[in-house]
């Protein structure tokens, strides 16, 4: 029996617009020269620019485009961290947004105390991360240096406790819909590297509806369905990746 295909993401002529102050941008000549005579000259970004795509459940959206296309802002306008100028966002189902996977670690706390305040700030209860605590712990390798402050641990550590942490409680959240920005690197040795990387395809394939931000045009053809470029806000063009990767690297 095949599962529903349900309509997780939808967009309508969506646009976001914020005002830059140019003023930032000025010699100290220029900025006191409008500064006595009031002048104050202003400018708008635009990170999206009336566009319109559906995502479904099971479906992986590869977004592509150069820095400052708008990619990392139209993921925070899905999840709700800024607000459209115009147009409409529809989500339906929960929604976890990823960002980066070496954030959110206090340094003067304990590994223990940080597995329990990150796992709270992933929505997960004081009971749950009880329940998930050994598995965080066993998928780190680290569990000689539970109660060891973190400001001790190495770079490669202080990534292996960030991942694990957020696989696990976001797998236990089992989300309608996943926002990726970039977030496919585990850090750590080659073995935790593999492991990691079966870790978070098993949470892009598990049949929820995910936007996918990269650069790296092998992980786009590897795990998505269809892709979107993006230049100035604008879709250029969406479609097979294969496609829209070679249009990327054309423009």
Known sequence: MTKEIIKRIEVKNLSKRFSADCKSQLGALSIFINFITFKKEKKEIIVADNISFDVHSGEVLGVIGKN???????????????????GSIKTHGTVVYLTGVEQGIMPKLTMRENIYLMGSVLGLSQRDIRKKFDDIVNFSGLRDHVDMKVYQFSTGMLSRLNFSVMINC???????????????????????????????????????AVMLVSHDSVVLKRYCNRAMLLEGGIIKEIGSPNDVIEKYHRS
């Open 68 to 86: 400052g296309s708008g990619k990392s802002s139209l993921l925070r306008l899905i999840a709700e961290i800024y607000r459209p100028s115009s």
């Open 170 to 208: 976001i797998s236990h959240r089992n989300p309608d819909i996943l926002l990726i920005d970039e977030v496919l690197s585990a850090g750590g040795d080659d073995d935790f590297q593999e492991k990691a990387t079966q870790k978070m395809e098993e949470l892009i394939k598990g049949g929820a």
